[in-house]
T-cell receptor, first 111, second 110 residues
Framework: DGGITQSPKYLFRKEGQNVTLSCEQN?????MYWYRQDPGQGLRLIYY???????QKGDIAEGYSVSREKKESFPLTVTSAQKNPTAFYLC??????????FGNGTRLTVT | AQRVTQPEKLLSVFKGAPVELKCNYS??????LFWYVQYSRQRLQLLLR??SRESIKGFTADLNKGETSFHLKKPFAQEEDSAMYYC????????????FGQGTELSVKP
């Protein structure tokens, strides 16, 4: 079954700790994206990667980091520098002008 | 600045009534416009894109470049249309990334 898998579904962390969200796709898509979804603000782009070993900052990259060592994987690290990390995080992928295909999301709660 | 605006946070209609979800955009160049939908407990998925010019689940959207709008319409709403709807625009010259609006929650009452 092809698709994007985000894990875990729910994540809880203490303030000051870094946390890494996983995103894996088996769609053979070249590009991958991380969005943050907050009520009333829609989706905002954090980072994106068009090819392996390359990535660009989106609109709200501060306090986040990513890596793209494999085509299938695009993990997102939420660092302690992110002021308001509690949110719903969505990973997406696409290739060759196709529409974005989204994962089920990870809800991160930082207390 | 590149921006997508959905002015209504919540739209509530009765079953069988017409529905229009508004979307306005500000984008340099020639953007592609999309509507994505998120049903309860499901992932965000593409509903339609302007270049396809097709109707999906009875929904249509026409790109009006003069008014920079891409409103989503359906003549007769159904209860199963209740969901969160996001308008988005982007360009594959910009790396394929999309800019999303704030979202409109559509509630169709029986």
């Amino acid at each position: 079954d092809g698709g994007i898998t985000q894990s875990p579904k729910y994540l809880f962390r203490k303030e000051g700790q870094n946390v890494t969200l996983s995103c894996e796709q088996n769609l053979n898509h070249d590009a991958m994206y991380w969005y943050r979804q907050d009520p009333g603000q829609g989706l905002r782009l954090i980072y994106y990667s068009q090819i392996v070993n390359d990535f660009q900052k989106g609109d709200i990259a501060e306090g986040y980091s990513v890596s793209r060592e494999k085509k299938e994987s695009f993990p997102l690290t939420v660092t302690s520098a992110q002021k308001n990390p509690t949110a719903f995080y969505l990973c997406a992928s696409n290739t060759g002008g196709s529409p974005l295909h989204f994962g089920n999301g990870t809800r991160l709660t930082v207390t | 600045a590149q921006r997508v605006t959905q002015p209504e946070k919540l739209l509530s209609v009765f079953k069988g009534a017409p529905v229009e979800l508004k979307c306005n955009y500000s984008y340099s160049g020639s953007p592609e416009l999309f509507w994505y939908v998120q049903y309860s407990r499901q992932r965000l998925q593409l509903l339609l894109r302007h270049i396809s010019r097709e109707s999906i689940k009875g929904f249509t959207a026409d790109l009006n470049k003069g008014e920079t709008s891409f409103h989503l319409k359906k003549p007769f709403a159904q209860e199963e249309d209740s969901a969160m709807y996001y308008c988005a625009c982007g360009s594959y010259n910009q790396g394929g990334k999309l800019i999303f609006g704030q979202g409109t929650e559509l509630s169709v009452k029986p």
